[in-house]
């Protein structure tokens, strides 16, 4: 039998081209391809793999030498630093908080060790945030049902590190003058003191019933949620706007049918936090079930939501803004929330029939 050398010649090609493919990956893309080869990879996530070639080198240096380049640093956005800031400095919320309240994706998360701001809230404050979907019940997800509210795009651009590349980096507040040293940061800028806040709120003890974890790298947040499932069958879904609609303001959403529940009743949740690389600060907390919710707004906008509802609550500080706005208490009622565009919540697959 002869050789059919136009049929191998194929086979070796399209082998030479598997392999460039392979080669080309990011090596944290390829962790989740052999980890997680069944689970679809959300934007969230996958926007952070591909940087730029000037952020990527300029990162890749900043590993290696100790070098960092300010510019680069994704908080000399000033529009991010604006509208994030508040995220983590209890400060800025106490003294800010009467002349101009924080954006209303970042409530949930101002304070997540007691689940409180830092001030209570002015009854027409209250009035103001009672009109917005910040906290919501359950049954407010019923096809038909309105809420007000914004999915603003995401402005923080800081991109994954490889997990070997990361671990090089110290991340712990016994650090703090060789982590400022490393990105060439000033102990006294803006920078120094929202890194500070990142690593004091990961360090931070959480509430009973909560396991949390900060990942650096995106290897060991897939680590990190799929050993607290127990399980690699899993799902990591993200909020996503599918259509922007004519304005970015804030906008009248009516939900539309098809409300799906994701299966268990543990969920992993990652919130991307304000660092000069990726660095997701990861939760899972028993007795809560999450939603996906398909709005449509009063422009046409459409967004894919995901709802987190707490169904236990007992834990929470009695002063937690959601039990103002939904005028109820602790442990009474399970209370809802999106989570923002560039969180993700990672929960079991359903189970085959």
């Known amino acids: 039998m002869g050789f ?6 194929a086979i070796l090609s399209l082998a030479v081209v598997a392999l460039a493919n392979h080669a080309a990956q990011p090596a944290p893309q390829l962790y989740w391809n052999s980890v997680l080869p069944n689970t679809q990879m959300p934007r969230s996530i996958s926007e952070l793999l591909h940087p730029d070639s000037t952020n990527e080198e300029n990162i890749v240096n900043a590993v290696g030498n100790g070098k960092g380049k300010p510019e680069i640093f994704p908080l000399r956005n000033r529009n991010y630093v604006q509208s994030h800031y508040g995220v983590l400095n209890r400060n800025y919320v106490q003294s800010h908080y009467k002349k101009r309240p924080p954006p209303p994706e970042n409530i949930p998360f101002a304070n997540r060790k007691k689940y409180a701001l830092g001030s209570p809230p002015s009854d027409n404050q209250l009035l103001h945030y009672r009109e917005l979907a910040i906290f919501f019940f359950e049954k407010d997800m019923r096809p038909g049902a309105t809420m007000k509210f914004q ?19 110290p991340f712990s507040s016994n650090k703090l003058p060789e982590i400022f040293n490393h990105f060439s940061v000033k102990p006294t800028s803006v920078e120094a003191k929202t890194i500070k806040q990142t690593i004091e709120a990961c360090e931070a003890s959480g509430i009973k019933g909560e396991e949390k974890y900060c990942a650096t790298s995106l290897e060991s947040m897939v680590d990190f949620s799929t050993s607290k499932l127990g399980t690699r069958n899993v799902e ?4 996503e706007v599918l259509e922007r609609g004519a304005t970015m303001s804030m906008h009248n959403y009516t939900t539309m049918p098809g409300l799906k529940k994701l299966a268990g009743d543990k969920v992993v949740v990652c919130h991307k936090e304000n660092y000069p ?10 007795q809560t079930a999450a939603y996906v919710l398909s709005l449509k707004a009063d422009d046409g906008e ?20 959601s039990f103002q706005i939904l005028n109820v208490k602790p442990g009474t009622v399970p209370i809802c929330h999106f989570i923002s565009t560039d969180a993700v919540a990672w929960v079991p697959k359903h189970k085959s029939a």
Request: with cysteine.
């Open 151 to 169: 999915f603003p795009r995401n402005s923080n651009t800081a991109t994954f590190l490889p997990r070997e590349s990361a671990q090089l980096i």
């Open 302 to 321: 459409k967004v894919k939501a995901v709802t987190i509802c707490h169904l236990d609550t007992s834990e929470w500080n009695p002063e937690h803004f």
């Open 4 to 9: 059919h050398l136009p049929f191998i010649f």
């Open 277 to 286: 690389y990726a660095v997701f600060f990861c939760h899972a907390i028993k």
């Open 236 to 239: 990591a879904i993200s909020t």
